[in-house]
């Protein structure tokens, strides 16, 4: 079955850090862009962090910069999300997407390409 899962997620009080896992199964990472998404309770979804795996260009969103690094192991199947200096506004659902194009409808973050069913990240203060 061609999927990702998402793992790492839990709860965490102010200052911590958690990694995230996204593995992907009948399929790899190879010449492809990965990206984590979250979406926050009554938010909409929100872009945190790509990844391309052919030359490892990152980029991203302000809010996380200098706190979350993205990568991936050497395979190809696993993406990574370091989560460090957590704020209790990190709160929410975190997901992972290849070569995808966000669907914004309101809905949890869905769209073009392949997406993981999420992992919940609480950060307490």
Not at 48 to 69: C, H, M, P, Q, W
Not at 92 to 113: E, F, I, S
């Amino acid at each position: 079955e061609v999927q990702l899962v998402e793992s790492g997620g839990g709860s965490v009080q102010a200052g911590g850090s958690l990694r995230l896992s996204c593995t992907a199964s009948g399929f790899t990472f190879e010449d492809s862009t990965v990206g984590w998404y979250r979406q926050a309770p009554g938010n909409e979804c929100e872009l945190l962090a790509t990844i391309d795996t052919d030359d490892g260009n990152t980029v991203y969103e302000d809010s996380v910069k200098g706190r979350f690094t993205i990568s991936h192991d050497k395979t190809k199947t696993t993406a990574y999300l370091q989560m460090n200096s957590l704020k209790p506004e990190d709160t929410a659902v975190y997901y992972c997407a290849r070569n995808m194009r966000l669907r914004r409808d309101g809905g949890p973050c869905h769209g073009t390409g392949y997406w993981g069913q999420g992992t919940q990240v609480t950060v307490s203060s």
